[in-house]
Structures are given as structure tokens and as C-alpha cells.
């Protein structure tokens, strides 16, 4: 359950910790092989990550079935929001390269995004000038992607409320 001593704890274990014990608000589902966590910025509207749980340091690291389980769930989770967001694409990117420990970004594109950054990458946004995640404001869209990922029968039971144990 624990990382191995020798491996570096990253941003994503941490939050993958956070996640078990109901300390991240950012939390919409548990899927199979992981947390689905509204991104920190939301850069474009429902914006989400996969982190698997437990953490490894890439997908290379994966036993085959676990590998295909984790490319299944961030397939599903574009499904999702594809039908949550009403998003035009579905852009997915698994690098690892600031934090090395497997992480996907499952990237909702828009057909109204302002006209150079629309056939772009999503890293041309600027991120720093996006809006922070704020659970009363992103809460009612986590909310839906999570119906969305129960309805189609991906989403696991969690524990706690997202953010349920957050503060003291």
C-alpha cells in the first residue's frame, strides 16, 4: 500500500494519500485504477487527472492487466466528460517528466476556445492566470462526472466525501 522506501514521494503520492483519507477536495470518483481529481487550475472547464492507486513510476511499471485497466479508466473518464462538459475532443497526456510518478491528463477541448489556443496543445494556456480549483464552484461539475462514471458502471465506492476530512 505504502510507496517503497527507495522510490521519491511526488506531488502525486501525496495527493493519492490525501484522496484515501478524504483530505482532497479536488476528488470526483474512484475508478479501478485510481483518482479522478479535478486539476488544481481549470485552464478549460473540467480539466481532470488520473492517479493511480497505488502510485508507480510509470506505466511501463504496470503488470499488463493493471496497465490496460488504467488506459481503460482514462478512456472512460474522456467518455464521461465528453458527455458531462459537452466538450468537442477529448485530449489525453501521460508524461511523468516534473513528477516522476504515473499521472494522465484527461483534457476536455472546446469548440468556443479563443482561436489560437483551440488546435494547440493545452500546455499554451496560461495556467497561472486560470481559475484555482474551488470546490463551490467546481463541485456540482465533480458531482456530475462522478454520476456519470457510476452510471456507466467505472466508478468504485469511496470512503469519505471528497474533502470530508479536510482542515484540522
Known amino acids: 500500500m505504502s510507496a517503497d522506501r527507495h522510490e521519491p514521494q511526488t506531488a502525486i ?9 478524504g483530505k482532497e477536495a479536488r ?3 474512484r475508478m479501478f485504477s485510481g483518482w479522478v481529481m479535478l486539476g488544481e487550475r481549470q485552464f478549460v472547464r473540467g480539466y481532470v487527472l488520473l492517479l493511480p492507486d497505488p502510485v508507480v513510476p510509470a506505466l511501463n511499471s504496470l503488470a499488463a492487466q493493471e496497465r490496460a485497466q488504467f488506459l481503460s479508466d482514462m478512456a472512460r473518464l474522456g467518455d464521461a466528460l465528453l458527455k458531462v462538459t459537452g466538450a468537442a475532443r477529448i485530449n489525453y497526456a501521460i508524461f511523468g517528466n516534473a513528477e516522476p510518478a504515473l499521472h494522465a491528463h484527461v483534457i476536455p477541448r472546446y469548440a468556443n476556445e479563443p482561436e489560437p489556443l483551440r488546435t494547440t496543445h493545452p500546455w499554451a494556456y496560461d495556467w497561472q492566470a486560470a481559475p484555482a480549483f474551488d470546490r463551490a464552484v467546481h463541485g456540482p461539475l465533480a458531482e456530475s462526472l462522478r454520476a456519470e462514471l457510476t452510471r456507466m458502471g467505472v466508478a468504485k465506492p469511496m470512503r469519505f466525501d471528497p474533502g470530508a476530512n479536510a482542515g484540522g
Open 27 to 29: 476528488v470526483a470518483a
Open 13 to 21: 503520492h501525496q495527493l493519492v494519500a490525501a484522496a484515501r483519507a
